[in-house]
C-alpha cells in the first residue's frame, strides 16, 4: 500500500507483469491514421516527437479504457471539484471557456492519478491516446491545443 500511495502507476505495472502481451489482437481502432509507433491503435499522429508517447501497457490495461480513467479524469464533477480546489488554493480566476479548464484539469487528474504528485518543474507527457480522449471529450472548437510544455525550472 505504502508503494501504491508513492507511485500508484505500479499497480498497473504490477498487472501488466501478470498478463500476456499479445500483439496479433490489436483492439480495433477509434481512428483511420494510427501512428506507426502506437501499438494501441487509438493514439494520433503528435505535432512534435516529445508528445509521441505511447502508454506501453496491455491491451487490458491501457489506461484510457479503465473504467477508473472515466471517473478521475473524464467526469465533469470530479473535474469541477479539482478545479474548483485549485483556484481557491491558487487564487486563480475561473476560466469562462468550460471545455479548456475541463482539458487542463484532466490532464492534472491523470498525471496525479498515474505518477502523483511531481512537483514544481517536474513534468510528465501524457500517452497520446489519453490526449486524444480528453480532447474528444472536451474538445476546442477551433482545433487549437496547446500541448506539452517542458519544465520551466529545468
Known amino acids: 500500500m505504502r508503494m501504491y ?6 499497480v498497473l505495472d504490477i498487472i501488466d507483469a501478470h498478463t500476456t502481451n499479445d500483439n496479433s489482437n490489436r483492439p480495433g481502432s477509434s481512428c483511420v491514421n494510427v501512428p506507426v509507433w502506437c501499438p494501441c491503435t487509438f493514439c ?12 506501453n501497457k ?10 477508473d ?24 480566476a475561473r476560466d469562462q471557456n ?12 491523470y498525471i496525479l492519478w498515474i505518477h502523483g504528485h511531481l512537483g514544481a518543474g517536474n513534468r510528465r ?6 490526449i486524444w480522449r480528453i480532447r474528444d471529450k472536451y474538445p476546442d472548437p477551433f482545433g487549437h491545443y496547446v500541448g ?3 519544465g520551466r525550472l529545468g
Open 69 to 92: 480513467f472515466d471517473i478521475i479524469v473524464l467526469d465533469e464533477l470530479v473535474l469541477e471539484v479539482a478545479r474548483r480546489m485549485r483556484e481557491d488554493m491558487l487564487v486563480e
Open 5 to 10: 500511495q508513492r507511485q500508484p502507476s505500479f
Open 125 to 130: 507527457v501524457i500517452p497520446s491516446c489519453v
Open 44 to 55: 494520433r499522429e503528435m505535432p512534435v516527437d516529445t508528445e509521441k508517447v505511447r502508454c
Open 98 to 109: 468550460l471545455n479548456r479548464a475541463n482539458r487542463y484539469a484532466a490532464y492534472r487528474q
Open 58 to 67: 496491455t491491451p487490458s490495461n491501457y489506461h484510457f479504457r479503465l473504467r
Open 148 to 150: 506539452f510544455i517542458d
